[in-house]
């Protein structure tokens, strides 16, 4: 069974850039698709980027298109979602997630999740 902890979060202005890392232990994170999720308060956990087990495919959501970037180095077990531009609207607790079939947007199709890691934007 695969662990995550994601790290990375903090607090930033608007405009800024930040660059989180989930890192997965007891397993192999090529064995997995993975995702990016966040959650606001009194909000649902919605996706925000996926990426496939090669890192061949990726999924964005439209709110960060541009913006956000998922990559993976799977030798590293680790993902990465490199954040830049970022809004206030930004803010939430930013969870990474892993998957034991194919890429996927859907939250209840992930098998393993971190703790989260705090993002918050300040304008």
């Known amino acids: 069974q695969v662990q995550l902890v994601e790290s990375g979060g903090g607090l930033v202005q608007a405009g800024g850039s930040l660059r989180l890392s989930c890192a997965a232990s007891g397993g192999t994170l090529s064995s997995y698709a993975m995702g990016w999720f966040r959650q606001a308060p009194g909000k649902e956990r919605d996706i925000v980027a996926a990426i496939s087990r090669t890192g061949g495919s990726t999924y964005y959501a439209d709110s960060v298109k541009g913006r956000f970037t998922i990559s993976r180095d799977n030798a590293r077990n680790t993902m990465y979602l490199q954040m830049n531009s970022l809004k206030p609207e930004d803010t939430a607790v930013y969870y990474c997630?892993?998957?034991?079939?194919?890429?996927?947007?859907?939250?209840?199709?992930?098998?393993?999740w971190g703790q989260g890691t705090q993002v918050t934007v300040s304008s």
């Open positions: 997630a892993a998957a034991t079939r194919s890429i996927t947007v859907v939250v209840t199709q992930y098998d393993y």
